[in-house]
T-cell receptor, first 116, second 109 residues
């Protein structure tokens, strides 16, 4: 199956710093990638849809200036958490729809962000 | 409002038991229903269902979709401790994947 690589898997940072998370589709092209946030024992919450060559689409309640998304190429999307605060601590996971019909989501391994 | 509802939210069984997990959906332009298993990190794909009434099987797991009543079930027979996980279902409509809250399954020895 298709492989989605996400880095880093874990990051600890100080409050006020910015953190970048990378998501790569390794063996297929992804014009769209989805970024989710997951709190302990809860389901996946869609934050935004990343689109190659255009602006990301954010879900209601998600701050665009806080969570910067860039879809630089057909295989790379990045999420930058700017000026991170403890309440941003969470598990962030990216996913990409697999070809050929985009009906199956393939997930990265996730990033556990801890903001001190 | 598009939504996916899973039940039960959590379940505790003993090894060897059979479990049925439920997923109901209300999603416009529905295309397919997907099941995932999430243990510690990334969800892993189990099934994708697009047609009503056709059961999909993989070992002890099976799933079926009812597009008239708008629900799907995931069955696990002869459960093992390794089946302990959160099971997520998602409905896809050519635009987004809508996830349910998940069912946390705990299989005790």
């Amino acid at each position: 199956g298709a492989v989605v690589s996400q880095h880093p898997s874990r990051v600890i940072c100080k409050s006020g710093t910015s953190v970048k998370i990378e998501c790569r589709s390794l063996d297929f092209q992804a014009t769209t990638m989805f970024w989710y946030r997951q709190f302990p024992k809860q389901s996946l919450m869609l934050m935004a849809t990343s689109n190659e060559g255009s602006k990301a689409t954010y879900e209601q309640g998600v701050e665009k200036d806080k969570f910067l998304i860039n879809h630089a190429s057909l295989t790379l999307s990045t999420l930058t958490v700017t000026s991170a605060h403890p309440e941003d601590s969470s598990f962030y996971i990216c996913s990409a729809p697999g070809q050929p019909y985009g009906e199956k989501l393939f997930f990265g391994s996730g990033t556990q962000l801890s903001v001190l | 409002e598009d939504k996916v509802v899973q039940s039960p939210l959590s379940l505790v069984v003993h090894e060897g038991d059979t479990v049925t997990l439920n997923c109901s959906y209300e999603v416009t332009n529905f295309r397919s229903l997907l099941w995932y298993k999430q243990e510690k990190k990334a969800p892993t794909f189990l099934f994708m269902l697009t047609s009503s009434g056709i059961e999909k099987k993989s070992g002890r797991l099976s799933s079926i979709l009812d597009k008239k009543e708008l629900f799907s079930i995931l069955n696990i027979t002869a459960t093992q401790t390794g089946d302990s996980a959160i099971y997520l279902c998602a409905a896809y409509n050519f635009n987004k994947f809508y996830f349910g809250s998940g069912t946390k399954l705990n299989v005790k020895p």
